[in-house]
């Protein structure tokens, strides 16, 4: 297991353990299932112990659902680009392990005796409510916030690549001047990702935003990340793509098409609206 990703996993479960809003929502629920008492629970226990019940069952299935949400987000990226699809999948690989602890719980309250029909049952109820609230919890703390990409930086060949992207940045310091205040959208970043930028992309509503220091999906339009890029030098050469001065390395042409690469060696698109444009700033930088 790469020990950077198991990382960032932890700290994703540590701001779920340290959100106000996780314990309120959770809370709330609890409080919820207690009044209306789902699945019979108001026919067979009392206030006090649903209460209790459904204390337990919420807390242990919850926080269930959310490491395997977290661990689909940062594992499967590989396989599965969208975040929310990572996320339902992560919801769904809950469930079996959901159903099983929840007919546990319900067996320590005096409840039937486990057996594979009562874990079916208990899975296929597990289904709509792991899923559903499992988007739930995650708007709450995920609102106006990102969800983190896998950092590639963890890995050898990452370090080597954040490592010759930061010197490129260091040696385009020394030809520009000083920026006096850092971007805007750097105080999206968490703070260990909140460097130098050195690219854009747009992935549906979000923007995949690299700096020297890491990367991560932060919930923004495109077209708003780029407002508040402040004095960051750089150009858009493609509806979906923006790249710093620092990042950039050469043109080239593909099968006829216009690329731009990096200095990472990644390379984008340059779209024939922003070929003119992109050719005079590159030039002007070199």
């Given at each position: 297991m790469n020990g950077g990703k198991l990382h960032s996993a932890l700290r994703e479960l540590q701001d779920f353990a340290s959100s106000r809003n996780f314990w309120i929502v959770l809370a709330a629920i609890v409080l919820l299932f207690t009044a209306i008492g789902p699945f019979g629970t108001d026919h067979f226990m009392g206030v006090l112990p649903r209460f209790g019940f459904w204390l337990v069952n919420m807390f242990v299935g919850t926080w269930i659902a959310i490491v395997f949400v977290?661990?689909?987000?940062?594992?499967?990226?590989?396989?599965?680009?969208?975040?929310?699809?990572?996320?339902?999948?992560?919801?769904?690989?809950?469930?079996?392990?959901?159903?099983?602890?929840?007919?546990?719980?319900?067996?320590?309250?005096?409840g039937p005796e486990p057996s594979w029909a009562r874990y079916l049952e208990n899975t296929a109820q597990a289904l709509p409510i792991g899923i559903v609230f499992t988007l739930i919890f995650w708007a709450s703390m995920r609102h106006e916030k990102q969800i983190r990409l896998a950092a590639e930086g963890a890995s050898p060949d990452g370090l080597a690549t954040q490592s010759a992207l930061a010197a490129g940045v260091v040696a385009e310091s020394r030809e520009q001047k000083a920026i006096s205040e850092p971007?805007?959208?750097?105080?999206?970043?968490?703070?260990?990702?909140?460097?130098?930028?050195?690219?854009?992309?747009?992935?549906?509503?979000?923007?995949?935003?690299?700096?020297?220091?890491?990367?991560?999906?932060?919930?923004?339009?495109?077209?708003?990340?780029?407002?508040?890029l402040g004095d960051t030098v750089g150009t858009q050469i493609h509806r979906s793509h923006w790249i710093a001065c620092a990042a950039f390395d050469a043109?080239?042409?593909?099968?006829?098409?216009?690329?731009?690469?990096?200095?990472?060696?990644?390379?984008?698109?340059?779209?024939?609206s922003f070929a003119s444009e992109v050719r005079a700033k590159v030039s002007s930088w070199s």
């Open positions: 977290v661990f689909a987000e940062l594992y499967l990226d590989r396989f599965i680009a969208r975040p929310f699809a990572r996320m339902f999948v992560g919801s769904l690989l809950s469930c079996p392990v959901i159903g099983l602890t929840s007919m546990l719980v319900v067996y320590s309250w005096r971007p805007p959208l750097l105080s999206r970043l968490k703070p260990e990702n909140r460097a130098p930028i050195l690219r854009l992309s747009a992935e549906d509503h979000y923007t995949h935003t690299v700096t020297t220091r890491g990367r991560e999906l932060i919930l923004i339009r495109f077209s708003d990340a780029l407002s508040e043109l080239l042409t593909k099968d006829g098409k216009l690329m731009a690469r990096l200095k990472d060696g990644t390379e984008l698109p340059v779209s024939r």
